[in-house]
């Protein structure tokens, strides 16, 4: 038996599969396992868009010869013809069709598996912290955060007022929390808004207690006192109340760190000065309020750089924080 003269195969790339027929089936079938080459599937998609071997060629800045051979790499991939000729050019066969759709749809689930991953991806909020704020305070501000869809990573920094401006205009935090307004020569390069605000008291433990709570406001006269540092808003707001009580207390501590201050306050070692907010907190401690403090306020102040778009987590905190001016951070 003589053998069959193998077709030669046309050099022009338009025609390099249109010699096969549609119902003839070529060599290698595919198995199950068989995975299909993303490139020859560009390749074919291209040629079923703009009609023809050579325009594809030209829209994926490729000789129409690679295009051609990577259609013909295909086509034994598949083990059917893919396109066949019509007049000067080819026409794709419903098998072409059908493959032609592959890489789109392989782009449209990349692109819903990657929204799916940065969705649920957490994202980090570089958050600073004035050392002098309450942190019940900043707790309860950023509570509408962890009530998100998205989860959110937080990378606190806690440090000195002058340390956080510096590192926010720098673009090292996104945002900070303070207890005052930003410094006035910022202010016009960054974005200021009260978050939050509620009233405070003085608070003692035995056994300065029993010393201090009859007869106030008077019995505070020569008092211990911890306090927080000097010329801070609350420092400030708290030195204006004695004086318009004409009252002298003894300074025994200064803190910047507010849980610190408490602390040494419910082991009794000097009247103090902490949010209502807290108030439970320090009565299972052993301290008691000893009285309100009117117009004296823990305020929460939330600072970002002007330019730019404010991070999702806290365009959030503010959202939750707008029902008015701002939120009440335990208003008795």
Not at 233 to 246: F, I, M, Q, T, Y
Request: aromatic residues 4%.
């Amino acid at each position: 038996m003589s053998r069959p003269h193998a077709a030669r195969r046309p050099s022009q790339g338009r025609a390099s599969s249109a010699r096969k027929s549609p119902a003839a089936p070529l060599r290698g079938e595919p198995g199950p396992e068989r995975i299909l080459d993303h490139h020859r599937l560009a390749c074919l998609a291209a040629v079923v868009e703009h009609g023809g071997v050579t325009k594809a060629a030209r829209a994926l800045h490729l000789a129409s010869s690679t295009v051609s051979r990577q259609v013909s790499l295909l086509e034994q991939d598949c083990g059917v013809a893919l396109l066949v000729p019509e007049g000067r050019g080819v026409r794709p066969t419903p098998a072409a069709l059908e493959l032609a759709r592959l890489p789109a749809a392989w782009r449209d689930l990349q692109r819903e598996a990657l929204a799916r991953f940065f969705a649920g991806r957490a994202a980090t909020l570089r958050l600073g912290v004035v050392e002098s704020l309450p942190k019940t305070s900043v707790r309860r501000v950023l509570q509408p955060i962890w009530t998100e869809p998205a989860r959110t990573t937080l990378s606190v920094r806690e440090d000195r007022l002058e340390p956080l401006c510096e590192a926010l205009v720098a673009r090292e935090l996104d945002c900070v929390l303070s207890d005052a307004p930003a410094p006035q020569g910022l202010a016009s390069r960054l974005r200021q808004r009260l978050l939050a605000e509620g009233p405070v008291g003085l608070y003692a433990a035995p056994p300065l207690l029993r010393r201090v709570e009859r007869g106030l406001p008077a019995a505070l006269e020569g008092a211990p006192f911890l306090l927080p540092p000097a010329r801070t808003p609350l420092r400030v707001a708290l030195e204006a109340w004695l004086a318009s009580k004409d009252l002298a207390v003894e300074v025994v501590g200064e803190f910047e760190d507010p849980a610190l201050m408490k602390g040494l306050g419910c082991e009794g070692r000097g009247v103090f000065v902490a949010p209502d907010l807290v108030e439970e907190e320090l009565h299972a401690s052993g301290a008691r309020r000893l009285c309100a403090l009117p117009g004296v306020l823990d305020r929460v102040w939330l600072w970002s750089p002007r330019q730019g778009t404010p991070h999702p987590a806290m365009a959030s905190v503010v959202a939750a924080h707008s029902r008015n001016a701002h939120s009440d951070l335990g208003a008795r």
